[in-house]
């Protein structure tokens, strides 16, 4: 039975990396449109009209471009990534930034490789290494601090447990949507998965119908532009290069999104974060960092937390779908330019 490893890492193309690159300016944005669309929409309400414009985008090029529906074993992937990347995540990171800045949200989010450790250590049993726990202690800290910079207030400690939420469902929507690109395309896996969080946030549909008609264009607008680029664009190349690059290296990436965020919102909003709240952020990154060490008792040498968690819960996922007997058709391996 021929079958691409999934915990193979797949070799770094130009492509792929301005695929990476370009994804990470789109999600900064996203957090600074958030930010603002907010004044108009309620979370639920705002995760759903994102998604379904990102579905309904994705879903017409898949029609185009007619790839059809993915593979069977695929869905348990699609599935993961739709309800905890595109349902969860949306839902969180809107309320959080209800009640915290943009950039510190950025920063929060930064957290999610070590949401992945805490999975591969209790789930997959993989153990807690000392690097681990410091990294903990040290972004956990972090994340304390920026919700103490804003007075200590409910309304700011809300905030930062709410991105941080938002950060573990982004945790294990990413890691559950690496296996199904084994299996399906990146447009495939994308479009789909938009389309399994947009049925999961279906509750929020009165809300919407309810905030679209009393919202401003320029928020109406904000809507569109969440839709069509940070999501429907910018998760079809995130699942592009991560079908072409070691999950590792492309998480790496994600690092550079609170620092182009910051330097969004402070013109476009004018928010600048508080001394003690950018430390705490940074603190957040500087766990992750800690984290990434080498612990060569517990992964492999030069691995970070998401390759060494990434191969254990495909294989989790492998178990519980059938395999394959053939390779699936490369034809989708193209450029999403193309």
Not at 54 to 63: P, Q, R, S
Not at 72 to 99: C, D, Q, S, T
Not at 201 to 212: I, M, N, R
Request: hydrophobic share 55%; charged share 10%.
């Amino acid at each position: 039975m021929a079958q691409r490893d999934a915990a193979a890492p797949a070799a770094m193309t130009p492509a792929a990396t301005a695929a990476a690159l370009f994804t990470m300016v789109l999600w900064a944005s996203a957090f600074v449109a958030i930010r603002q669309v907010g004044e108009s929409f309620r979370p639920g309400s705002l995760a759903l009209g994102r998604l379904l414009i990102g579905a309904v985008v994705l879903l017409a090029v898949v029609v185009i471009r007619r790839e059809g529906l993915p593979p069977r074993p695929a869905w348990p992937g699609i599935a993961g990534m739709g309800v905890f990347w595109f349902g969860l995540y949306m839902v969180a990171l809107n309320w959080g930034e209800k009640h915290t800045d943009a950039g510190i949200a950025a920063l929060l989010i930064g957290t999610g490789p070590l949401f992945v450790a805490l999975l591969a250590g209790v789930y997959l049993r993989e153990g807690f290494p000392r690097p681990l726990l410091a990294g903990i202690a040290v972004a956990f800290t972090g994340a304390a601090l920026a919700g103490f910079a804003g007075g200590g207030s409910g309304t700011a400690i809300t905030g930062v447990l709410l991105c941080l939420a938002a950060a573990a469902g982004h945790a294990v929507g990413a890691t559950l949507q690496k296996p199904a690109l084994t299996h399906a395309s990146p447009l495939q896996v994308t479009a789909y998965a938009a389309a399994v969080g947009a049925v999961a946030c279906l509750p929020f549909s009165e809300q919407l119908a309810h905030d679209l008609t009393h919202a401003s264009v320029t928020n109406i607008a904000g809507v569109l532009y969440l839709g069509l680029l940070p999501t429907a664009l910018a998760f079809w190349t995130w699942s592009y290069a991560l079908a072409h690059m070691p999950a590792g290296r492309l998480a790496a990436t994600t690092y550079i999104v609170p620092t182009l965020t910051v330097l969004m919102a402070w013109p476009l909003l004018g928010e600048i974060p508080t001394i003690p709240a950018l430390l705490g952020g940074i603190l957040c990154l500087a766990g992750v960092a800690i984290a990434n060490r080498k612990s060569p008792h517990h992964r492999p040498a030069g691995h970070t937390v998401e390759e060494a968690a990434a191969p254990r819960a495909q294989e989790i996922v492998r178990q519980a779908t059938p395999i394959p007997s053939e390779r699936p058709t490369e034809s989708w391996r193209k450029t999403p330019s193309e």
